[in-house]
């Protein structure tokens, strides 16, 4: 049975970082300390802390356990369903939750950096639209998100990751496939794959896109799915705004890309739960994630936003 005195010392043990001065906080002995730790880590089922040369190195599962401590509003029954959840999953694992098209491209390039650093990891991939991604972050159902931009959420830090141009798709023998480069009055007589206008993230796309140009598309098939959209390309329903990272992929489907001209940027971001710290796991991950978007070899369509 989880008891507050153990949460307590765990929360200062993690706040303080050595069990002297976590004991001084709490204004009991070092060896109290230690022995409310142990109970914890016993009644959880797994290692909060790893002893090495005398000091205490917080675990992962300890990282993700602190988060849902840290929200107050959290009673001790929903500690102890983090913990269940923690304990039934891979040891020194990694959740990471990613939009589907970012999942086939770009997650890929970062895994195979990633593995270099930890090749023993597991990793868990939650492929989900740009809207579950903030759930699953905020219910601290994954421990890192790589997705397009959103606006400040709570319980949520968000770090620049990348930019990248808009692209629009069209089938190879479109006549305007012949052009370098496609504007928006170049598509005020076409039929476009358009966006649902209630999805998350979706809104406003018409006018982020035409708007400046007072362009007003004409839709046959709206998708909030950037694969969807290439796919209904490849298949001749349209032509469609697109992000550059499926169009590789979509290339062999007979889909041409061409730079639309527009103000508007894709962006994206590295997102993770809340908190004061991160584990090590964590960190190589992010690491592996900014040598890659840094690399224009291997990210030759987008531009960095944040150095490695």
Same mark, same amino acid.
């Given at each position: 049975m989880i008891r507050f005195r153990q949460i307590e010392a765990f929360r200062c043990l993690?706040?303080?970082?050595?069990?002297?001065a976590a004991a001084r906080r709490m204004h009991i002995t070092q060896p109290a300390i230690s022995r409310l730790i142990a109970d914890l880590e016993d009644d959880l089922g797994f290692r909060l802390f790893n002893r090495a040369k005398g000091r205490l190195e917080p675990t992962?599962?300890?990282?993700?356990f602190q988060r849902a401590v840290e929200e107050n509003f959290l009673g001790l029954e929903r500690l102890r369903q983090v913990a269940e959840t923690i304990r039934n999953e891979e040891n020194e694992g990694l959740a990471i939750a990613c939009m589907? %098209? /970012?999942?086939?491209?770009?997650?890929?390039?970062? &895994?195979? +950096?990633?593995?270099?650093?930890? *090749?023993?990891?597991?990793?868990?991939?939650?492929?989900?639209?740009?809207?579950?991604?903030t759930v699953k972050l905020q219910d601290l159902k994954v421990d890192v998100a790589i997705?397009?931009?959103?606006?400040?959420?709570?319980?949520?830090?968000?770090?620049?990751?990348?930019?990248?141009? %808009? /692209?629009?798709?069209?089938?190879?023998?479109?006549? &305007?496939a +012949?052009?370098?480069?496609?504007? *928006?009055?170049d598509l005020a007589d076409e039929t476009i794959i358009g966006w649902l206008p209630n999805y998350p993230l979706s809104q406003n796309q018409e006018q982020k896109y035409f708007g400046h140009a007072g362009v007003s598309p004409r839709y046959n098939i709206r998708t909030h799915a950037?694969?969807?959209?290439?796919?209904?390309?490849?298949?001749?329903?349209?032509?469609?705004?697109? +992000?550059?990272?499926?169009?590789?992929?979509?290339?062999?489907?007979?889909?041409v890309t061409r730079p639309f001209?527009?103000?508007?940027?894709?962006?994206?971001?590295?997102?993770?739960?809340?908190?004061?710290?991160?584990?090590?796991?964590?960190?190589?991950?992010?690491?592996?994630?900014?040598?890659?978007?840094?690399?224009?070899?291997?990210?030759?369509?987008?531009?960095?936003?944040?150095?490695?």
């Open positions: 993690m706040s303080c970082g050595t069990t002297v992962t599962a300890a990282i993700r589907p %098209v /970012l999942s086939t491209s770009l997650l890929p390039l970062i &895994l195979k +950096e990633f593995f270099k650093l930890r *090749p023993e990891v597991p990793v868990r991939i939650d492929t989900v639209g740009n809207a579950e991604v997705s397009l931009a959103f606006p400040a959420i709570a319980g949520i830090e968000v770090e620049p990751l990348l930019e990248a141009d %808009v /692209l629009c798709a069209l089938p190879a023998n479109h006549p &305007l +012949e052009r370098d480069y496609i504007t *928006p009055q950037s694969h969807t959209r290439y796919a209904m390309v490849a298949n001749g329903f349209g032509v469609s705004i697109v +992000e550059p990272f499926a169009s590789e992929i979509w290339a062999t489907q007979g889909v001209l527009t103000p508007a940027k894709h962006e994206y971001v590295i997102a993770y739960p809340s908190s004061g710290s991160r584990s090590a796991i964590l960190q190589d991950f992010r690491l592996a994630t900014l040598r890659v978007v840094n690399d224009p070899e291997r990210v030759p369509w987008g531009r960095a936003l944040t150095q490695a």
